[in-house]
């Protein structure tokens, strides 16, 4: 499991950073502001199915349930971690926009904020575990739509 983790970390990485920007590219050439809270969730997703899809292509089977779970678990480590680095990043290249939130580090706006972190990471994991197993699944019939091609 430990390539899959790789190979999720690789494209969570680069859709989080990637999406932002080709939206601010939209955004500036088109006048048209696409960004959404689905930006929080989309890197997941991409990042999940290309892990599926890489784990048909080394294993030439889907996954099991099982392994299906431990790889949400997984990914979701790695989505926490990186998503706290980004955070960690943006402030510190940012001063301004943590002295803007000041309000938000009241306790009660804390608590709040946790909840929907709490929330967000919630819908990460369950979408890391969905998405793993359709780019498997995905990936699994394409491999089989290639075999019926070669003969």
């Not at 580090?105 to 929330?119: D, Q, R, W």
Request: proline share 3%; hydrophobic share 60%.
């Amino acid at each position: 499991m430990k390539r899959y983790y790789w190979i999720y970390a690789a494209w969570f990485i680069g859709a989080s950073i990637g999406l932002p920007i080709l939206l601010e590219v939209v955004r500036h050439f088109s006048g048209v502001d696409l960004y959404s809270s689905f930006v929080t969730i989309a890197p997941a997703m991409v990042a999940a199915m290309v892990a599926g899809m890489s784990f048909v292509k080394g294993r030439e089977t889907a996954p099991t349930s099982s392994e299906s779970w431990r790889f949400a678990r997984g990914s979701l480590v790695i989505a926490l971690v990186f998503s706290m680095l980004y955070a960690a990043a943006f402030f510190a290249i940012f001063p301004e926009v943590k002295e803007s939130l000041h309000g938000l580090f009241e306790p009660t706006m804390l608590g709040v904020m946790a909840v929907i972190l709490a929330v967000v990471f919630l819908i990460i994991f369950l979408t890391n575990r969905i998405f793993f197993a359709m780019g498997a699944k995905n990936g699994l019939k394409a491999a089989l739509r290639n075999k019926a091609k070669a003969g």
